[in-house]
């Protein structure tokens, strides 16, 4: 099943939760929530007081993308905030085995991500433990930057993988997602397409119309 996860890290901060229930009420299936902690990546978005405080603006899944060093230590916070999905990099962790337990023990579904310059190798074996395979799409740290092309490959090369092993895991996209490569990575593999830009600058509505045409709902 396709989805949608809108990141609310391009929209507009004075109204977050009034661009949240717009773009629930438009259709779309997740609210992709990234946290930047300044070291795993230049800048610092958001924390757990922020994400508390929209939990009551939507009834959405919450799909939080750590971009941050050591993201084991905010996993129980994150519980209590209400996450459903949480994603960690396989760069920012020592001991990703162990973090994606923990995540589950807590009851919500673990998600790895990977930097695009990171070979899916080096998930391989917890690609049977995750829920959600994050696959960015642009280097981390900043909304609003270039698809890179080369993802198309390595997507390609997840979904083989998956069903070689017979792993499922969501296969989500992260990072210059438009209208013009939609299609694309749904055709090498993307299960849940991560918009930001595309979604929250303009018409909130009218581009998610525009995406759910391109995945077919
Ligand atoms: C980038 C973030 C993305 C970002 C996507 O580090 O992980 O979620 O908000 O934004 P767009 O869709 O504008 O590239
Ligand atoms: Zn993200």
Do not use: W
Not at 25 to 43: C, T
Not at 71 to 91: N, R, S
Not at 165 to 179: C, L, R, S, T
Request: aromatic share 6%; with cysteine.
């Amino acid at each position: 099943m396709l989805r949608l996860s809108s990141s609310i890290l391009a929209s507009d901060f004075t109204k977050l939760g009034e661009c949240v229930a717009r773009a629930e009420k438009a259709g779309v299936d997740f609210v992709h929530i990234d946290v930047m902690d300044g070291m795993f990546v230049p800048q610092i978005s958001f924390g757990e007081p922020i994400i508390k405080s929209l939990r009551s603006a939507t009834a959405l899944p919450f799909d939080v993308h750590l971009m941050v060093q050591d993201p084991e230590k905010m996993v129980p916070a994150l519980k209590e905030c209400g996450a459903d999905i949480v994603t960690v990099h396989a760069e920012a962790t020592k001991h990703l085995d162990r973090t994606i337990n923990q995540i589950k023990e807590l009851g919500m579904i673990a998600g790895v991500a990977l930097n695009p310059s990171t070979p899916i190798e080096n998930i391989k074996y917890v690609l049977k433990s995750v829920g959600l395979v994050l696959i960015m799409t642009v280097n981390p740290g900043y909304g609003g930057q270039k698809f890179i092309p080369y993802s198309i490959d390595k997507l390609k090369e997840l979904k083989e993988m998956c069903q070689k092993i017979d792993a499922n895991p969501m296969i989500e996209v992260d990072g210059g997602i438009g209208f013009d490569n939609a299609k694309d990575v749904i055709d090498a593999g993307a299960d849940v397409l991560v918009a930001g830009t595309a979604i929250f600058k303009g018409n909130i509505e009218d581009n998610v119309s525009r995406f759910k045409l391109i995945m077919g709902q």
